[in-house]
């Protein structure tokens, strides 16, 4: 799929994903951050950067911030949140940033073993001596939450072979040679806290809806059966009085550019 397609799938409903799923990845946002050592001074580019409010919490941070994002509809939150920035609309593997332009470059679950040309563009707009992070899933069966992503298997074998590819950066060796190919030394896979948490069965339904894997899941099985699938997948996690709440195993890289 080329990256103009994605606001098919990812921008149809931008602000339903930047209002209701987006927060709950505040905990890995800030946790990258702080093994970065976002500060005042930094340039950061996030790539893949959505909604932008990876970004937003880098600025907060004091970090100078950019972006760049395949949905244009997510592009404009981003920009809405991150008033004066550079946050463009375009393809991660040709970005458009001049060389050597970014101390820090953070990609969440955005940068994939299937995307090598979007490492390499990394590489070129990095500083000698800069960081980049990528963070990617780690096994869903490993995790009781990993439960709560289950109705994106009413998608095609194709597309969920092609998720399963996606996410192969989580086996051993697999993301240090990714980063290498790029020219990167890389470091150890970290495990990156991440939680989904809603506040209904409801208002967890429509977050998950608003992805691009829900997208795929939804044009083949129908919209009321992606509806009934998570009513199905959230009955394990309802509590009275509770928000629903589930630990998703999340893993994490850092590379970094030789000097």
Not at 9 to 15: C, I
Not at 84 to 105: E, K, T, Y
Not at 131 to 158: E, H, I, N, S, Y
């Amino acid at each position: 799929m080329s990256w103009e397609m994605v606001d098919e799938g990812w921008g149809r409903k931008a602000v339903d994903w930047a209002t209701l799923a987006e927060p709950h990845a505040v905990r890995e946002y800030v946790f990258v951050h702080r093994l970065l050592d976002v500060r005042p001074g930094v340039d950061l580019l996030d790539v893949a950067c959505g909604a932008g409010l990876s970004l937003e919490l880098a600025g907060v941070a004091g970090a100078r911030v950019s972006g760049i994002d395949a949905s244009p509809r997510l592009v404009e939150v981003a920009r809405l949140r991150n008033p004066g920035c550079d946050i463009r609309v375009g393809d991660m593997a040709d970005s458009g940033f001049d060389d050597s332009s970014f101390d820090l470059v953070t990609s969440f679950r955005g940068i994939w073993g299937t995307t090598p040309a979007a490492i390499t563009e990394v590489a070129r707009v990095l500083r000698p001596g800069g960081k980049v992070a990528l963070t990617f899933w780690g096994d869903m069966a490993a995790t009781p939450g990993g439960r709560l992503l289950a109705p994106f298997r009413l998608a095609t074998q194709a597309q969920i072979g092609h998720q399963s590819a996606m996410v192969g950066l989580k086996q051993p060796g697999v993301a240090a040679a990714f980063l290498a190919s790029a020219g990167l030394e890389p470091g150890e896979l970290i495990d990156v806290p991440f939680v989904m948490e809603y506040a209904d069965a409801e208002h967890y339904a429509r977050g998950l809806a608003a992805s691009g894997p829900a997208y795929e899941a939804i044009q083949t099985a129908g919209a009321e059966a992606f509806h009934a699938a998570c009513m199905d997948a959230v009955q394990p996690f309802l509590q009275d009085g509770l928000p629903i709440r589930a630990a998703i195993r999340l893993f994490g890289i850092v590379g970094t550019k030789p000097a």
